[in-house]
């Protein structure tokens, strides 16, 4: 359900003096998102299901299926098609995450971090040269891009950038370390963030364009993960990589507020996917309890069970609202941070929460790799950690709650 405003009326308060406007609000998708949902769904039940055990298994890059998302327009939903994208809203973007995610989170985090992070950040901050050059083929699904923030020894706290980036005149001398890097080994084109000006602290921070192939860079070791076993997550190395002037995005020092106002919006992505983990969980659950007997009734008719599935609703439901909300407030261009960091937060706790208990609904069953929910309890805890812990999450919360 998207949350959309029927109609409008004002009105003239009379303590205040001042007019104020009233909304009517509803639940309600347009048939336009209503699509995109559908076709997400189709798309993760007929061309992901099927190979998702094997991809996990064998931690292998779901490169062909991510080729068809880009083909079918989900790798750049929310550009405009004048660079190639769907020109979606950020509610269509939540519908297709969940869905993606409800079979498998290792395709939905490639499309998250090309969409929310590296799409969104050039098409709002790039120049033109650098929209026509990069964004064109990333929004058509021609290229995937990686965001490159974390380091060994700058996690959450990213303004601790040891990774530099030497000013040379007409380009940037690039030198460190990347790690937790998604869709290391299969971009073309990363955004990296590094230090020019040691002195300035975060204000020296800027964000280069890297691309694949350039002379001292190296992608290093896949990580060998708990869950999204399928993505492809590297460490990657900088030694004396030359990147022209025109590959920095934004004024001189303007890398750590990219990247802080990426990860807004990129919190939005990781939400939903916490999200479709949750509801995809429960869905099998909910199926599992409707077959399996136990002391002669099927183990939905015992309270027990029922009342699991009841919990998995309400708190999916809750977080479900959470997400289209954050979604709408983006889309409406008002503040959105703190929103989306609470449906970061809240998501992710009801995906690890839900995947524990989908297992427990199985049984025995649950903890094969046949049943699908053991995969999905494994990839839920990421949604917990990835794109500001949720520690960060409820930093983000009690400031703005605090400073209201």
């Known amino acids: 359900m998207g949350v959309v405003f029927k109609s409008k009326a004002t009105f003239v308060d009379p303590k205040s003096k001042t007019v104020k406007t009233i909304y009517t609000m509803f639940f309600e998708l347009s048939e336009e998102q209503k699509a995109v949902r559908d076709a997400a769904r189709d798309f993760a039940q007929n061309v992901l299901k099927p190979g998702v055990i094997e991809r996990d298994e064998n931690q292998t890059f779901p490169a062909e299926e991510i080729k068809q998302l880009g083909e079918l327009g989900f790798m750049g939903m929310m550009v405009s098609p004048e660079y190639g994208g769907g020109g979606m809203d950020t509610v269509s973007y939540v519908l297709a995450m969940e869905e993606i995610s409800k079979i498998d989170a290792s395709v939905s985090v490639c499309m998250s971090v ?39 020894e700058a996690g959450s706290d990213a303004t601790s950038q040891k990774t530099t980036a030497v000013d040379m005149g007409d380009h940037y001398l690039l030198n460190g370390t990347k790690n937790w890097i998604t869709n290391g080994s299969s971009a073309s084109v990363y955004l990296v963030m590094a230090q020019t000006d040691v002195d300035k602290g975060h204000k020296g921070i800027n964000c280069l364009i890297v691309e694949r192939g350039m002379d001292g860079f190296i992608v290093g ?42 990860l807004e919006g990129g919190r939005i992505g990781i939400a939903s996917q916490a999200l479709g983990i949750a509801s995809g969980a429960m869905e099998l659950a909910v199926a599992y309890s409707k077959e399996r007997k136990a002391f002669g009734k099927t183990i939905s008719q015992h309270q027990a069970i029922a009342f699991k599935i009841a919990d998995m609703g309400t708190e999916i439901e809750a977080s479900r609202l959470l997400c289209l909300q954050a979604a709408w407030l983006k889309d409406e261009k008002k ?34 790799k046949e049943y699908h929910v053991e995969r999905l309890m494994r990839d839920a805890k990421i949604t917990q950690i990835y794109e500001g812990t949720s520690e960060v999450q409820k930093i983000v919360i009690s400031r703005s709650l605090l400073t209201e």
């Open 114 to 152: 090309n969409n929310s992070l590296v799409c969104w950040g050039l098409e709002k901050f790039g120049t033109e040269e650098q929209k026509q050059k990069y964004l064109v083929p990333l929004a058509t699904g021609e290229k995937i891009g990686a965001f490159c923030l974390s380091e060994p």
């Open 221 to 262: 070791a896949k990580e060998n993960k708990l869950g999204i076993r399928g993505s492809d997550t590297h460490t990657l190395l900088f030694n004396d990589v030359k990147v022209p002037k025109e590959n920095r995005i934004g004024e001189d020092g303007f890398g750590f507020k990219f990247a802080m106002k990426t």
């Open 335 to 368: 503040p959105f941070g703190k929103e989306s960091a609470m449906a970061k937060l809240f998501a992710s706790q009801t995906a690890m929460k839900t995947a524990v208990e989908a297992v427990q609904v199985h049984g025995g069953y649950g903890f094969v």
